[in-house]
């Protein structure tokens, strides 16, 4: 069956979903947002969660390296994304929630489970409070607790190892979302605290002049003939954005040899440090003679 074939069997499926930067409480926030719409299903972390259970999948969670956790999360393994794609078709879910750091990353995900892009794209600045996101941040940078939305036992049966508490979310009538309940809604949702290994052991680091270096190591190692004028080093929660400024001879296929480039310096770097690269910008300043 092909690709066009499956979008066809999944063409009644209205895919939603939820964005925000890596630990501003989008999980913690994703069963209610869930009632607002009546969507059962949930893709988060690379899990599919169906009415409170994990119905498939593999939790990005379990990973010992935030790297590995990241390519859980967008279904970077095909056997992955195949199970679930598999699921979802088997289900014929109505709507989907889908629960990403970026719009970019959610339309990555609906297309490697095969869904339709989504329709209605939330922000997570919407559905929380200031105080809600600035808590969740902290939560998550000075602890290291991540939050799933399903109830404890779901998290001590299938990842026992990283399970940390539970905790009984209540329904606030003043709050952002409380104008999308239905009647008869639910008030009361259970969520489960863990701690990741990668979240224990911390991130790996690297100073920006090394990275500056193995940069410019790569760029030359890619082509000699490539100057680089600039590099800036970039970080954040989630990993290091390389912005690089350079001139390129001419009657290079700009376009191809740049992803190609970028494609090289992200899978050089990762391979031989294990940090994350989160993005490789590149600056065309001059064609050179």
């Known amino acids: 069956m092909g690709f066009s074939d499956f979008l066809n069997k999944f063409k ?53 390296t935030y790297m590995g956790a990241v390519r859980v999360a967008v279904f970077d393994d095909k056997e992955h994304r195949d199970e679930i794609a598999l699921k ?18 959610a339309i990555k995900i609906s297309t490697r489970l095969q869904l339709p892009p989504p329709t209605n794209i939330i922000k997570i600045e919407d ?7 600035d808590k969740a941040i902290r939560s998550r940078q000075i602890e290291g607790k991540h939050v799933i939305p399903v109830p404890s036992i779901e998290i001590k049966r299938n990842y026992p190892q990283i399970f940390y508490d539970s905790m009984k979310v209540f329904f606030s009538k ?8 239905r009647k008869g809604g639910k008030e009361v949702f259970e969520k489960s605290v863990v701690r990741p290994e990668f979240s224990k052991k911390g991130r790996v680091s690297i100073s920006e002049a ?5 940069t410019m190591h790569c760029v030359g190692e890619f082509d000699q003939n490539i100057r680089v004028r600039k590099i800036t080093i970039k970080t954040n ?3 290091y954005k390389i912005i690089i400024t ?44």
Do not use: C, H, W
């Not at 630990?23 to 409170?52: E, H, M, P, R």
């Not at 003043?174 to 309940?181: A, E, Q, T």
């Not at 296929?253 to 490789?280: A, P, R, S």
């Open 127 to 133: 559905i929380a409070t200031r105080e809600e996101i």
């Open 246 to 289: 350079v001139d390129v001879p001419f009657g290079k296929q700009l376009t191809g040899e740049v992803y190609k480039l970028q494609q090289y310096i992200i899978d050089n770097i990762e391979k031989f440090t294990g940090i994350l690269i989160e993005e490789v910008s590149i600056i065309i300043d001059k064609i050179t003679r």
């Open 12 to 64: 009644n499926i209205q895919v939603y979903a939820l964005v925000g930067e890596s630990g501003t409480g989008k999980s913690f926030k994703a069963k209610l947002l869930a009632q607002k719409y009546g969507i059962n299903a949930i893709i988060d972390d690379g899990l599919l969660i169906v009415d409170d259970k994990i119905l498939g999948g593999k939790s990005a969670k379990s990973e010992k």
């Open 174 to 181: 003043g709050g952002p979302l409380s104008r999308v309940f």
């Open 210 to 214: 090394a990275l500056t270096q193995m």
């Open 88 to 105: 979802i078709r088997q289900n014929k879910f109505k709507k989907i929630l889908l629960i990403g750091t970026s719009e970019k990353m």
């Open 237 to 239: 929660a989630r990993g």
